[in-house]
């Protein structure tokens, strides 16, 4: 590689406008470029290694964190850089566990028995050993939306408003809380039920997997960039 590089050179080795290099210098992910005596920026081997980090760290944390990660870099911040990558592999290991919980609340739920008519409050309290306190709890918080008989405003709940209790009573044993909760529940609604889920669990699966790979590849990106900085 040429020891000095043009904005194009970048720009065209990743399909970048040459305004998006300049403004990824300007950013701080990469470092300040030299100046010739007419003012026109001139690019070393470091900085192209330093375009290719970032850009490999995107897929796997986010275009936010990647920049935040390649400015710590940059500023020799490195302790902050490691810092910001661990919270992104905390957060996928999080994300792991959720869908591992769903699947397990998903195993663990009884069938709802077909019914004639609709379920008051505390008979389905009654079936999953709830107090009818706590189903309101999870009204207050949205989680459940019971409609109300029109004549004596009794909460009414459906099947599908019992499978969705049955699925937070499952989780909330398991240690999660109401709001971790609410975006499972948006999940298994626009899933369509359980039967459409599984597309969507096994869709879930690979996208982790995906991030994973991908924190792999701007680890060893941003390794290259640092061990080639260092010389």
């Not at 026109?40 to 490999?56: K, S």
């Not at 989680?143 to 937070?168: E, F, H, K, V």
């Amino acid at each position: 590689m040429r020891e000095k590089l043009r904005p194009v050179d970048l720009a065209r080795a990743h399909n970048l406008s040459t305004q998006a290099v300049r403004n990824y210098e300007e950013a701080g992910i990469l470092p300040p470029a030299a100046r010739t005596a007419y003012g026109y920026r001139t690019y070393a081997p470091r900085h192209a290694q330093a375009l290719a980090a970032f850009l490999a760290l995107v897929p796997g944390h986010g275009h936010r964190t990647a920049v935040q990660i390649m400015q710590a870099v940059n500023r020799d911040a490195i302790d902050q850089a490691l810092q910001l990558i661990d919270e992104s592999h905390a957060q996928l290991r999080e994300d792991r566990d959720t869908l591992r919980a769903v699947e397990a609340a998903l195993r663990d739920l009884a069938p709802v028995p077909p019914r004639r008519g609709d379920t008051f409050v505390g008979a389905l309290a009654a079936r999953l050993g709830l107090r009818p306190a706590t189903l309101r709890k999870w009204e207050r918080a949205g989680l459940l939306t019971p409609s109300r008989d029109p004549q004596t405003g009794y909460r009414i709940y459906t099947a599908t408003d019992a499978r969705d209790a049955q699925m937070i009573h499952q989780l909330r044993r398991g240690g999660y809380r109401l709001d971790q909760i609410a975006p499972l529940l948006t999940q298994l609604h626009t899933a369509g039920g359980l039967d459409s889920l599984e597309s969507t669990l096994h869709a879930w699966h690979t996208r982790l997997t995906s991030r994973g790979r991908a924190l792999l590849t701007g680890a060893a990106a941003l390794d290259a960039y640092l061990q080639k900085d260092a010389r």
